[in-house]
């Protein structure tokens, strides 16, 4: 099933509590921190190059993006140059396509900024996302960073 008109939107005063409302499914929680949380990590973590958006269907907003964008190599601690650092579909809008088109439009974003790799992470564990990154087509890096199991996505030209 897609889900038509998901777009991406900046995270504005008149939007962010919306935004923050955003919740998993309880089971998802451990997996994916919450927006408020996540705003609060880019806020502490400047040198990994915070670029977040909100997710949008129609006018509604159903989910919330965060990545290290464009990231230096002599940054320590931070993967990149690209890493997928969050990815939040709130359970209200889940199994709909949402995550997928998000990807998508993430990965054409980082391809048009001349990016040739995505990079994310996820916290193994029943329920884990795994399969939603393997369909897209992520592979494990080998790398283990804070016990979550790293991947990479080779994005090709299009």
Known sequence: MTSPGVHLREITDDN???????????????????????????????????????VYSGDEPVG????SWNV????????????????????RHQRRGVGQEVLTQITDLVRADGGTELFTSYEPGDGEPWPFYQQFGFQP????????????LTLSGR
């Open 72 to 91: 230096p190599p002599d940054r320590p601690g931070v993967i990149g140059p690209y890493f997928l650092w969050r990815l939040l579909i709130d359970k």
């Open 16 to 54: 962010r509590d919306a935004v923050c409302a955003l919740r998993v499914r309880p089971d998802q929680k451990r997996f994916v921190a919450s927006v408020a949380s996540s705003l609060d990590d880019a806020a502490d973590e400047p040198e990994a190059n915070p670029w977040y958006r909100a």
């Open 64 to 67: 919330f993006v965060m990545l």
């Open 141 to 152: 890096t080998g790398e283990i960073d804070d016990g979550e199991i790293v991947l990479r």
